[in-house]
């Protein structure tokens, strides 16, 4: 898969265009773009010169000089959300499912603090991502003024990179600078904070600037020697593990970790992120690792002998309790931010560079090292794990209250709604781990899920961000009745924008995975999880009601019985998003699960089930 072209490949190749056009090797290109402008209007001409094609926003005192231009503009489509948190997902959600960087714009104080949210998820699951905010005129910083918050500070610890703009004359290079610093090396959302006395005041426009980011210069290409000793200890292992991280799709080395994958014959794990940059179907893809993983993908990393991480930080919902984790692999670590290598796991082979380029080269290391050192003979390994996936299938208990199993639901819809045609997008809660298990993804950018920061509230508008970026395409967004409510007035921008998005809301009626901890570990407790949403309970909110509120159409499922026909009257409304109400049980539980601060080895397959993954020696 091509990548997109980089903001600074954009300013490189139109300097090289210009410099081969006037036969001279020089810095300034030949037709360069120098024209008089207000600050304001710099911001929408270097937007427009990067190729930005839509932006998420939401104006106010501080930034309406710049909403002044984009009324006048001919590239940029601005759609109008109801809350600037939702302009942040949304450009999440155009950003995952594109590779493009997203662009999201606020003004200042709340406008801005607004944004905290999404910019701290986009930064947990390294989304390229630029937010423009409004901020008081210059003179007025550190007075407390109207609206007036230091957001450049509040975001520094969840960005890439924060700046303040003071000088119109700077916006151009500022913002380059931005999508440069957020599309390349690690992926991560940037914060350009413009005041409104450089949006109003008078300079020249100069495209393309040139970049200034002294020390920012990203590792791409990797050690030689360091990829040659992986190729030795893949030969060497016997129980060999790719461990898939959503650096996979985010640097678009799904073929080349997929060619691994075949030269290897190594199983592969792809944790919540990485969904479809290996396709589900594939033999070797045992599934999602970690607290809700498929057993046979924690049971072979507990039992590796070799772990191969591809853009993974070992975070503990994967790891579990860490220092009993996969205790006797040998790892390689690979991923373009040498800060992740070895913070949590200590890797014995460090390989800094560019996902896709390091993969790419370690593939054509392989076939060497098998002749020099021998072909390991993996079908003991293979007997294991599919024994692992015989005894331990996905599947789910049904509830004794007679209300629907939300795993139905979702797997029904799996097998409804054509793969290719389809972008999955999730809420966060029990639906979201239902969603990873029971939904079938084939391939990269299909599958949109807030990971490291588990944000509720995410769906709705990350599919509105999704479908605004893919209009040809079917959006089915899974959703819970808690993490709909957050942010649900969403549903207005995409009826008046004809993003016709598709929802599913697993209507437990309560805050499930809560609820689920307090059944196991709090007494059946249930202090505050109960949501009056679904059966026995005078609906507040009515989910159909609601969308039809928004100008939606808005369906609800009661029986089993009814599900597929629901999904297919939903598929058949194009005119509009589409709101279905799944009334599910709240009795119904995540299994496997690992309870948070124990060992992998002691996951559960259900609530008084656990598995066998018998000791290393034996495996083989």
Not at 58 to 83: E, N
Not at 197 to 225: C, H, I, M, T
Not at 371 to 386: E, H, N, V
């Amino acid at each position: 898969m091509a990548k997109a072209p980089t903001p600074a490949d954009v300013v490189a190749n139109r300097q090289e265009a210009d410099s081969r056009d006037s036969g001279k090797q020089s810095q300034a290109p030949a037709h360069q773009i120098r024209e008089k402008s207000t600050g304001a209007r710099s911001i929408i001409r270097s937007l427009e010169e990067l190729g930005v094609d839509v932006v998420f926003g939401l104006p106010g005192g501080a930034i309406l000089p710049t909403y002044d231009p984009i009324y006048d503009s001919q590239k940029l489509h601005h759609i109008l959300v109801r809350h600037e948190q939702g302009a942040g997902h949304a450009a999440e959600g155009y950003a995952v499912s594109t590779g493009r960087v997203g662009v999201c714009i606020a003004t200042s104080g709340p406008g801005a603090t607004n944004l905290v949210t999404a910019l701290f998820d986009a930064n947990m699951d390294s989304v390229p991502m630029v937010a423009i905010t409004g901020q008081v005129g210059a003179s007025l910083i550190g007075t407390d003024a109207f609206q007036e918050a230091d957001i450049v500070s509040t975001t520094m610890p969840i960005t890439k990179h924060s700046f303040l703009v003071t000088d119109a004359a700077e916006i151009p290079a500022r913002i380059a600078e931005a999508f440069h610093i957020a599309s390349t090396g690690r992926p991560g959302p940037v914060l350009v904070d413009i005041t409104r006395s450089a949006q109003v005041q008078e300079a020249d426009f100069v495209w393309p600037p040139q970049l200034d980011l002294p020390g920012y210069r990203p590792v791409v290409k990797p050690n030689v020697r360091q990829v040659r000793e992986a190729a030795r200890l893949i030969a060497a292992a016997k129980r060999p593990v790719l461990y898939v991280g959503g650096g996979t799709v985010r640097s678009g080395a799904s073929e080349e970790v997929l060619a691994l994958t075949e030269a290897t014959n190594a199983a592969v794990v792809t944790t919540l992120n990485a969904r479809g940059a290996i396709p589900d179907s594939h033999p070797n893809n045992l599934g999602m690792p970690g607290m809700h993983g498929t057993v046979p993908a924690v049971g072979a990393l507990q039992r590796s002998d070799l772990i191969l991480a591809l853009g993974a930080r070992f975070d503990d919902r994967v790891t579990g309790k860490l220092d009993e984790f996969a205790p006797n692999a040998t790892v390689i670590h690979i991923d373009i931010d040498p800060a992740e290598i070895s913070k949590n796991r200590k890797a014995q082979v460090p390989i800094v560079g560019d996902l896709k380029a390091t993969v790419a080269e370690l593939v054509e290391e392989i076939p060497a090292a098998y002749t020099q050192y021998g072909k390991p003979d993996l079908q003991s390994w293979w007997a294991f794990l599919r024994g692992l996936q015989e005894n331990y299938p996905l599947g789910w208990v049904e509830a004794d209250d007679g209300l629907m199993s939300p795993q139905y639901v979702i797997s029904e819809l799996s097998k409804a709604v054509p793969a290719d045609d389809v972008i999955w997008v999730t809420g966060v809660g029990q639906h979201q781990m239902w969603a990873a298990q029971f939904l079938g993804v084939e391939r990269p950018r299909q599958f949109l899920s807030s990971g490291g920061a588990g944000t509720m509230g995410y769906g709705v508008p990350a599919a509105m961000g999704a479908q605004a970026a893919n209009p040809t395409k079917t959006v089915w967004l899974i959703d819970g009745d808690g993490s709909f409510q957050m942010t649900n007035q969403e549903l207005t921008t995409c009826r008046l924008n004809g993003i016709n998005i598709k929802v599913a809301v697993i209507n437990n009626s309560s805050l499930g995975m809560v609820r689920q901890w307090q059944t196991l570990f709090y007494g059946k407790r249930y202090s505050h999880t109960h949501l009056n949403t679904g059966a026995g309970t005078v609906r507040v909110p009515d989910f159909v009601k609601l969308a039809e509120a928004h100008d939606c159409a808005g369906l609800r499922c009661e029986s089993a019985q009814d599900v597929a026909g629901t999904i297919k009257a939903a598929m058949e409304i194009d005119d509009r998003p589409v709101v279905v109400d799944f009334v599910t049980s709240p009795q119904s539980e995540v299994w496997p699960m690992v309870p948070a601060g124990l060992s992998n080895d002691d996951i559960l397959y259900a609530r008084d089930l656990r598995p066998d993954f018998g000791v290393a020696d034996e495996v083989i």
